[in-house]
């Protein structure tokens, strides 16, 4: 596999959250020293233009302005008018991105989502403060150190962040307990892994990868070995399920594609600089051994799974099963600013094998699923998965090019 000096993003729609439901996954790039290139000075209408609207704001709005809310939001506006992926990012959102692109974060542990009646505990991350205090799923976290946080996500998130070895207290209902439940933590360096596995019956595994970060490669080899053991020696078959996962960094989707492709292109870009045009191929080496695969999509899986998804359909080497996918064929690189801040801009747009781009139009599963869509639940929830019961169906018959009613 060709291997490029800096890592980009093949980033999805959405909000990131390090450690909350909507994960979305990213890729983080740093420039490289001396790869700046002389900015044209702005004209001078423009300049010009700027310079009065933002006089008027400060003279005439009706409340009072802060001039750097007002420049910051500026450049927010600026940067998110030139498409839906690119984004001015403070230093929270920085910190956010990284977070989520190493797999690590300080903290309790604890994927968390807001629900009505507040913020609710999806489940504690094995091995991490919260799940050794006996934090449950379907907690509420009503309070943090007796202040209540009412439904605001991103402010549960970020006062439960904090440098590992500091302490918290989190206060809980939990359904069954007469009151309140206080239980006091202390933060520490949480790993967060995208990859769960299972396997579906004999012979047969389950791998679902929910992001891709800078540990998704080697989770995945892990849990591929942990399923060959489990069948004595060799798979039959393996279903990858790639629903709602929205992408994140495009290093970790190439990797894993070349642990199930021999060799071949698993995808190129193409942009106005040196670093945004690259090709990716597959190196030799198969850890599936040949063995058959289907890979579950549906229409939030995006980016980076689109790029695994499309390399590993256009080398015929899986059968895709579910439903069209998201369509997001551009990338995103992270340059870092002063001050903690970045910009996360467009800088390629990247095709599958095949030459195809997939931007707003997805790639069309071989094997289409009709009807309601299951969301996709924990590994022990398979059996009762209608559309993993298909991919192995599909897997099992050896049948490519079929279309699934069910």
């Known amino acids: 596999m060709q291997v490029r000096s800096r890592t980009v993003l093949a980033l999805a729609t959405g909000a990131i959250l390090g450690f909350s439901a909507s994960m979305t996954g990213n890729v983080l790039a740093d420039l490289r020293p001396g790869a700046a290139r002389p900015v ?11 310079a009065e609207v933002l006089e008027r704001v400060k003279r005439d709005y009706v409340d009072g302005v802060d001039d750097h809310a007002l420049m910051e939001n500026a450049v927010r506006g600026m940067v998110s008018a030139l498409d839906p992926h690119s984004a001015f990012l403070d230093a929270d959102e920085y910190d ?14 604890i994927e968390v989502a807001a629900e009505p009646e507040g913020i609710k505990v999806l489940r504690p991350i094995e091995g991490s403060p919260a799940y050794r205090a006996g934090i449950q799923s379907g907690d509420l976290i009503v309070a943090i150190d007796g202040e209540e946080i009412g439904v605001d996500l991103d402010q549960a998130i970020q006062r ?4 590992a070895g500091s302490r918290i207290t989190l206060t809980l209902a939990r359904t069954g307990a007469p009151s309140p439940i206080d239980v006091a933590l ?10 769960e596995h ?14 891709f970060s800078e540990t998704t490669a080697e ?6 070995a942990d399923l060959g053991r489990t069948s004595n020696g060799a798979l039959s078959g393996l279903v990858l399920d790639l629903r709602n996962n929205p992408g994140g960094v495009l290093e970790a989707a190439v990797e894993v594609s070349d ?6 292109i698993i995808v190129t870009a193409e942009g106005r600089t040196t670093d ?6 597959a190196s030799p080496g198969d850890e599936l051994a040949g063995a058959r695969m289907a890979v579950l999509v549906n229409g939030a899986s995006a980016s980076a799974a689109e790029i695994l998804a499309g390399a590993l359909k256009d080398h015929h080497r899986a059968v895709l099963v579910g439903r069209t996918t998201y369509g997001k064929g551009s990338v995103q690189t992270v340059m870092p600013l002063s001050n903690g801040r970045a910009i996360k801009l467009t800088t390629s747009r990247y095709f599958t094998p095949s030459g195809a781009s997939i931007q707003e139009k997805g790639i069309t599963p071989d094997v289409l699923i009709d009807g309601k869509e299951t969301p996709p639940g924990p590994p022990a929830s398979f059996a009762t998965d209608r559309e993993v019961r298909v991919a192995l169906d599909t897997l099992k018959s050896g049948s490519r090019l079929a279309r699934a009613d069910h």
Do not use: C, K
């Open 276 to 281: 945004s045009r690259f090709r990716m191929e």
């Open 160 to 163: 439960m962040r904090g440098p």
């Open 186 to 195: 202390q933060r520490a360096q949480v790993a967060v892994h995208s990859v």
């Open 40 to 50: 044209e000075a702005l004209p001078w209408e423009d300049a010009r233009l700027l």
């Open 96 to 109: 956010e991105i990284r977070a989520s692109t190493t797999g690590t974060y300080p903290g309790v542990g």
């Open 259 to 264: 642990l199930f492709l021999d060799s071949g």
């Open 198 to 211: 299972a396997m579906l019956e004999p012979g047969y595994g389950y791998l679902r990868i929910s992001n």
């Open 219 to 224: 989770d995945v080899e892990r849990a591929i």
